[in-house]
């Protein structure tokens, strides 16, 4: 079984900063891409829109509402994905969720969630 557990999450005023942190445990034989998706309030019900993702090897991808904003990144030897949040806006306002896509032995990976962490721009 994997687990993801998502951290950091709260309350900020416009123009903060917020950092979240994402651990990936259990039966893990390799992480693939891991990513932030977030779930804004008054929004399709269910629908997660990407934030950014970053992959094992190779380049990060933004959303183009948070690029030069938000900078994903990731320390393999722990498992854990990192969200920097900068010049935070009230429509970040949103549930973050972390992704990864996780084998547990070679071969197929499987896609996971963690269970949200809540954002709440506001003065």
């Known amino acids: 079984q994997v687990q993801l557990v998502e951290s950091g999450g709260g309350l900020v005023q416009p123009g903060g900063s917020l950092t979240l942190s994402c651990v990936v445990s259990?039966?893990?034989?390799?992480?693939?891409?891991m990513g932030w998706y977030r779930e804004k309030p008054g929004g399709q019900y269910g629908y997660r829109e990407l934030?950014?993702?970053?992959?094992?090897?190779?380049?990060?991808e933004y959303a183009d509402s948070v690029r030069g904003r938000f900078t994903i990144s990731r320390d393999n030897a722990k498992n854990t994905v990192y969200l920097q949040m900068d010049s935070l806006r009230l429509e970040d306002t949103a549930i973050y969720y972390c992704?990864?896509?996780?084998?547990?032995?070679?071969?197929?990976?499987?896609?996971?969630w963690g269970q949200g962490t809540q954002v709440l721009v506001s003065s």
């Open positions: 934030v950014a993702k970053i992959p094992y090897y190779g380049h990060t």
């Open positions: 992704h990864a896509d996780v084998s547990i032995t070679e071969g197929t990976a499987t896609g996971y």
């Open positions: 259990g039966s893990i034989f390799r992480i693939y891409g």
